[in-house]
């Protein structure tokens, strides 16, 4: 098996706060870099990353949204990371909203079969900028899937859509200190502006860096604006994969 391959997980607080977004710019990254890369979609009912990605990369379903059945879930996920790894394939795992007890629940279970296994596991928590979303960080890192990873290993990631990074509460929580102390990780992702060409972007099927270069999908302008949003925001997922 390839050395170092890498399972990522995009964790964080329910929805609209930017998982799935982390978990296209970690293919993209992948991609990029001509690595094989396998996205596990962890909702079937809102595939948003496998149909994006369909055709890039390969995709496989795992609905890790089961609370009160989470070892099916993980029975199915332990399979597709052992054909994973024999494929020497990286893998992204986009977690759905919800997702958290599921995941959670069977934290150290993971954490055993990724080990033996042999991935790399990296884990990045996409927060929100209110209390609650940083109670959801802690609770991960005290007792959920945070509580098992290489602290060097897992990343708090701002969504800066949601405002400047100064602004969230984990940037004021006295717990970040000690997040960082223990060789913890953060990245800004930035906002892809304006609100036209974001949505244009999210709307248009293939990965980020292919239609960076479509000259039918956008103007002169809009891929200039759109390629200088790439380039930041590889760099930012970059330094936390």
Known sequence: MTENLKLLISHGDKGGTGKS??????????LATGAPVLLIEGDAGIPDLALRFRGSVPVTLVNLNRAGDAETSFNRLGNVLEAAAAAGQHIVVNMPAGAGDTIDELAPVLSEIVSAIGYELVVTFSIGPHRTSTDALLKSLDRGLLSVVDPARRSVLFPLFLGIAAQFDWSKSPSRTDFMSAGGKEAAIPALRPDDLRDKILAAPGAFSVLGEDKTALTI???ALFRRWLALAHAAIASVV
């Open 21 to 30: 977004m982390a978990a296209a710019l970690a293919l993209d990254h992948f």
């Open 221 to 223: 302008t809009e891929r």
